[in-house]
């Protein structure tokens, strides 16, 4: 069970060191933006290192939505970003479960995630195992409540699709933290990331909003339970810097036994 953090792309090695973490998890681009990644100069030391390597997908990326002008260009991104992911050896490309526009049925945002995996099927294969994030707010999104994403892992789960627990997303979009990881594991029959989040938000509030563990809402002793029960690693994404998420990462290591 390795616990790390997500952190600056500049120099993740660096970052990982300063915060006594085992796995880092960064962005090759803007997360906001639709440019593909560029060679990176460390891919080298990247790959040779003892720290597990995550990425993360742009924000930006829907390829559940309706609309085609940004559907088409997130699985090219996808694809791309996945390319680059693996060059670097990373262990998973995390991606958040998107959504469809209001009004639209869910069931063509999950015949659009079964065509993202086909259409990169079609393009020579996805090179390392895409990580699916369950999300915290949005009525129209696929993967916030698990009657959903159940409805998503009937399209995805034949091509292999993993998935990341996140603790927040989870809570703030009205899942119960208690008995979390069995009931994801009854519908995707697997935990392969857990993102260890406390909440400013409050339950079902549907804000993102991520707080350092046994500071916002959220009992730690339930997100130490999800890493517990799981058995996956764990990424926090908490502020506060190398001084607030070296702290998460020593909470979970000292209450997990790990």
Known sequence: MRIGAHVDSADPLAEATARGAEA?????TDPQGY???KPREDAERLRASEVDVYIHAPYIINVATLNNRIRIPSRKLLMAHAKAAAELGAKGLIVHGGHVGAG???DAGFANWKKAFEYAENDG????????ENTAGGDNACARRFDALARLWEAVGPFGAGFCLDTCHAYAGGEDLVGIVDRVKSITGRIDLV??????????SGQDRHDNLGSGKIDPELVVAAIRASGAPAIVETPGGVEGQAADIALLRERAGV
Do not use: E, M, R, Y
């Open 125 to 132: 294969g996805l090179p390392l195992p895409v990580l699916i």
């Open 195 to 204: 993102h260890a989040n406390d909440s400013k938000g409050g339950f079902d």
């Open 104 to 106: 639209a049925d869910l």
């Open 35 to 37: 440019k593909s990644p």
């Open 24 to 28: 880092v998890q960064f962005f090759l």
